[in-house]
């Protein structure tokens, strides 16, 4: 019954480091999230995927990458990383468009 | 972009209360839901509106979809301390960029038993 994985849950990298954030989910959703979340802020949509094959852009997609090769993994990759992508993460799935399942979130930092 | 205001920004309740939230924007929305996140989770779905003037229902707490399709609101009766945690309210429109829901910075609830 694991619903949204993600790993890891906390990470420390330095500037310029790169890191993949895992994220995997077993219902068999299609539409796959990747969201962060500032203090005092709401959530803000850095890539989404409808499919495997298939990614787009959210309302923040600068620094990341994302691949989405199969229906369970959307993996989300920081190249180049920078202090103001220091967040907590949080990848979602739904089976039908809004109604999103939520990891437990990773926790990024960047010094 | 489209923006959500959610208010109010956080309440200090005590235990037994009824508690009221809402969500506003400029724009249309398809769908809204809330969203309740405790600390160190990631948030949960709490109801989901699909119809202009829609009042759901899921325990305690209930929402409705504004008739004009731009607001929402989340009420939750007899509060208990379980109920701490950030409320946020998402707004989805088909047909615009697909899978993008928006979100409210969040309503922050204290209970004081």
């Known amino acids: 019954n694991a619903g949204v994985t993600q790993t890891p849950k906390f990470r420390i990298l330095k500037i310029g480091q790169s890191m993949t954030l895992q994220c995997a989910q077993d219902?068999?959703?299609?539409?796959m999230y990747w969201y962060r979340q500032d203090p005092g802020m709401g959530l803000k949509l850095i890539y989404y995927?409808?499919?495997?094959?298939?990614?787009d852009k959210g309302e923040v997609p600068n620094g990341y990458n994302v691949s989405r090769s199969t229906t369970e993994d959307f993996p989300l990759r920081l190249e180049l990383a920078a202090p103001s992508q220091t967040s907590v993460y949080f990848c979602?799935?739904?089976?039908?468009?809004?109604?999103?399942?939520f990891g437990q979130g990773t926790r990024l930092t960047v010094v | 972009g489209q923006q959500l205001n959610q208010s109010p920004q956080s309440m200090f309740i005590q235990e037994g209360e009824d508690v009221s939230m809402n969500c506003t924007s400029s724009?249309?929305?398809?769908?809204w839901l809330w969203y309740k996140q405790e600390p160190g989770e990631g948030p949960v779905l709490l109801i989901a509106?699909?119809?202009?003037?829609e009042l759901t229902s899921n325990g305690r707490l209930t929402a409705q979809f504004g008739i004009t399709r731009k607001d929402s609101f989340l009420n939750i009766s007899a509060s208990i301390p379980s109920d701490v945690g950030i409320y946020f309210c998402?707004?989805?429109?088909?047909?615009?960029?697909?899978?993008?829901?928006?979100f409210g910075k969040g309503t922050k609830l204290s209970v004081k038993p």
């Open positions: 219902m068999n959703h299609n539409y």
């Open positions: 979602a799935s739904s089976l039908l468009e809004g109604e999103a399942f």
């Open positions: 509106l699909y119809k202009a003037g």
């Open positions: 724009s249309i929305f398809n769908t």
């Open positions: 995927s409808v499919g495997a094959g298939i990614t």
């Open positions: 998402a707004g989805l429109n088909y047909g615009g960029s697909q899978g993008n829901l928006i």
